[in-house]
């Protein structure tokens, strides 16, 4: 039997993360929980939807955000819409119910460490595997023709590189080549993709998707290599400092001498703390606007999310300094994780400016190793740097900790060409000019040539 729908994340939570949870361990990562998703519906990112195909041979679990046209390219748009991943990682999940995929992951699993975690995965699914096309194809044909039935112009997808979603995707196998394309902005402030700029190598013209109506056709999306990240092989404290690189174990050492510390809190007033240090942070490096998160949007973090948004604090020692709680130092630097069962993700952090000097931001990372392998997760994922090619500082940093990498691919696709044209054409008639590889390309800033910025710390 086979059953394909489409839930609102909202209105069917609870249905949706039991089925998520029906997965191996090493596939409920907490980006494609419904409360994930709930939480950039709030911040007014689109609306959390989630697609399942279920049938005798396995199931795909698909989260996405459902974004209406009208805000954008006016009241004329007001039945159609465009579908994005949440800030973050996501694709779909596989899993055939014929192989006995494994809760655990190997945490000594050899292979080469320039390659992506797959040895890790342990999920039984190679991208030739024969029932992951199918249960992909099946997908993807009934998803065409509900995306055609919802008004659905175009979709973009920020694959997740630990669990390698893009496999199997129909419409093409991930291209070789250079990283390149999206951005990932991540950084002291954030470790993952920009949620509101999506953009792909190309010009102008939309890329590879469906023609006219294809209702009941798989509707192929073009996968591209995009840049790499950074992660961590979780297991002893000893084991993650001999993978320091010879100047990040130096600075470990001066944030230890000058007597820092750092520790899981969840008291009100940690998480006030970092607030401030995140949003100093964003303002010191010229954040843009979307990036000054509400004291609304931390909330809601910790409500969504529960204790899969954990925060970790570097203090100074306590010296009478205007102490934020009793025998505690103040917070120099903070940063919040994602927690799964399996990885632990960086999410956004912040420092003080005046700290820098005794290197909070190596102890904090590094303290985030033996506090995520003493949760019994596998791997720590950092993120990328500022720019795609990742020959940047951030990069640098974040390659301090861990010689492991993993690509980050996207996926472009447009579902009625005609309106998307059409789309386009308002856009330039608005002021665009050249959106210079932003897709979709109608939501391209207007005025120019548009480049991504530096809005990383």
Same mark, same amino acid.
């Given at each position: ?10 209105l069917?939570?609870?249905e949706?993360d ?5 997965l191996p361990?090493?596939l409920q990562?907490v980006?494609?929980?419904?409360g994930y998703?709930l939480l950039w519906?709030?911040?007014?990112d689109g609306w959390?939807?989630?697609a399942?195909l ?5 199931a795909?679990?698909y989260p996405?955000?459902l974004?209406p046209l ?5 009241p004329?748009w007001a ?7 949440a800030y ?7 899993h055939?119910t014929?192989r ?9 699993a050899a292979g080469?460490?320039t390659?992506?975690p797959d040895?890790?995965d ?8 024969q029932v992951r096309l ?9 998803f ?11 979709e973009?997808?920020r694959f997740h590189?630990l669990?390698r979603?893009?496999r199997g995707m129909?419409?093409?196998?991930p %291209?070789a080549?250079?990283c390149?394309?999206?951005?990932e ?6 470790g993952?993709?920009?949620p509101a ?6 010009a102008?013209m939309?890329?590879p998707?469906?023609?006219?109506d294809r209702?009941g056709?798989?509707?192929g ?5 995009a840049n790499e990240?950074?992660?961590?092989r979780?297991?002893?404290p000893e084991?993650?400092r001999?993978a ?5 174990r130096r600075?470990l050492?001066?944030?230890e001498?000058a007597?820092l510390?750092?520790?899981e809190?969840?008291?009100?007033g940690a998480?006030a703390?970092f607030i401030?240090l ?7 490096r010229s954040?843009?606007?979307y ?8 909330d ?6 529960g204790?899969r948004a954990a925060?970790l604090?570097?203090r100074r020692?306590?010296?009478?300094d ?8 103040t ?6 994780f994602?927690?799964s069962?399996?990885?632990?993700h960086?999410h ?9 000097a005794e290197?909070?931001?190596n102890?904090l990372?590094v303290a985030a190793?033996?506090?995520?392998a003493?949760?019994g %997760?596998?791997r720590?994922?950092?993120g ?7 020959d940047?500082e ?6 301090g900790f861990?010689?492991?990498?993993s690509?980050l691919?996207?996926g472009?696709?447009v579902?009625d060409?005609?309106?998307y ?6 856009w330039?008639?608005?002021?665009g ?11 391209a ?6 480049t ?5 710390p």
């Amino acid at each position: 039997m086979t059953v394909f729908r489409v839930f609102d994340l909202e209105l069917e939570r609870s249905e949706w993360d039991a089925r998520i949870a029906e997965l191996p361990l090493g596939l409920q990562d907490v980006y494609f929980s419904s409360g994930y998703h709930l939480l950039w519906q709030r911040h007014g990112d689109g609306w959390a939807r989630g697609a399942m195909l279920d049938t005798d041979e396995g199931a795909v679990l698909y989260p996405f955000l459902l974004r209406p046209l009208e805000p954008v390219l006016g009241p004329q748009w007001a039945d159609r819409c465009d579908l994005s991943s949440a800030y973050g990682y996501g694709g779909p999940l596989v899993h055939p119910t014929q192989r006995e995929a494994p809760d655990t992951v190997s945490r000594t699993a050899a292979g080469p460490l320039t390659e992506s975690p797959d040895a890790l995965d342990a999920l039984g699914a190679a991208a030739d595997d024969q029932v992951r096309l199918r249960l992909l194809a099946g997908l993807r044909t009934r998803f065409a023709t509900w995306c055609a039935e919802h008004g659905v112009v175009s979709e973009f997808i920020r694959f997740h590189p630990l669990l390698r979603t893009e496999r199997g995707m129909p419409g093409g196998a991930p %291209a070789a080549g250079e990283c390149h394309g999206v951005e990932e902005s991540a950084g002291e402030g954030h470790g993952m993709g920009s949620p509101a700029v999506e953009r792909e190598p190309g010009a102008e013209m939309p890329p590879p998707g469906s023609g006219d109506d294809r209702r009941g056709v798989a509707v192929g999306i073009e996968v591209v290599p995009a840049n790499e990240t950074v992660w961590g092989r979780l297991s002893t404290p000893e084991e993650h400092r001999s993978a320091l690189s010879s100047s990040t174990r130096r600075n470990l050492r001066k944030a230890e001498r000058a007597g820092l510390t750092c520790a899981e809190e969840d008291d009100d007033g940690a998480w006030a703390a970092f607030i401030d240090l995140y949003t100093d942070t964003m303002k010191r490096r010229s954040a843009s606007e979307y990036y000054l998160f509400p004291r609304r949007y931390f909330d809601d973090c910790r409500k969504l999310l529960g204790d899969r948004a954990a925060l970790l604090c570097v203090r100074r020692p306590a010296q009478g300094d205007g102490d934020q709680r009793s025998g505690a130092g103040t917070i120099v630097a903070a940063a919040l994780f994602l927690r799964s069962p399996r990885a632990v993700h960086y999410h956004l952090g912040g420092s003080d400016a005046a700290a820098l000097a005794e290197r909070p931001n190596n102890l904090l990372f590094v303290a985030a190793m033996d506090w995520g392998a003493a949760l019994g %997760a596998a791997r720590l994922h950092l993120g990328g740097g500022f720019r795609g090619g990742g020959d940047d500082e951030l990069f640098r940093f974040k390659a301090g900790f861990s010689p492991l990498r993993s690509r980050l691919y996207v996926g472009r696709c447009v579902h009625d060409h005609e309106a998307y044209e059409r789309a386009l054409q308002m856009w330039r008639e608005r002021g665009g000019v050249d959106p210079g590889g932003y897709f979709p390309a109608y939501r391209a800033p207007l005025g120019g040539c548009w480049t991504a910025p530096v809005d990383r710390p």
